[in-house]
């Protein structure tokens, strides 16, 4: 069974850096788009990044500039850098991976908790 774990959540000041992992397990990542979402409390799931297999990159206008998203396929992981972070930022952060014919497995998500 596809495995995907976040890892790298945690509570941070306004203006901040974190860095979140997923790593996925039973897949061929290197064949996987990988992404990022995140959920804040009483709002919808929303993008924040996400990179194909040949690493083309696209995010969320709220994060550009501020988050990075990157993959290593040798160790089945993909990154997101988050830096300036803002309480607005405070989320659910989920890992995504989508599989060549269109399957979609997610993780359970990481907390991001942006707070003075």
């Known amino acids: 069974q596809v495995q995907l774990v976040e890892s790298g959540g945690g509570l941070v000041q306004p203006g901040g850096s974190l860095r979140l992992s997923c790593v996925a397990s039973?897949?061929?990542?290197?064949?996987?788009?990988m992404g990022w979402y995140r959920q804040a409390p009483g709002k919808q799931r929303e993008l924040v990044a996400t990179?194909?297999?040949?690493?083309?990159?696209n995010y969320a206008d709220s994060v550009k500039g501020r988050f990075t998203i990157s993959r290593v396929d040798a160790k089945n992981t993909v990154y997101l850098q988050m830096n300036s972070l803002k309480p607005e930022d405070t989320a659910v952060y989920s890992c995504?991976?989508?599989?060549?014919?269109?399957?979609?497995?997610w993780g359970p998500g990481t907390q991001v908790t942006v707070s003075s």
């Open positions: 039973r897949i061929t990542f290197s064949a996987y788009t």
């Open positions: 995504n991976g989508v599989s060549p014919a269109s399957r979609s497995y």
């Open positions: 990179i194909t297999t040949r690493g083309s990159t």
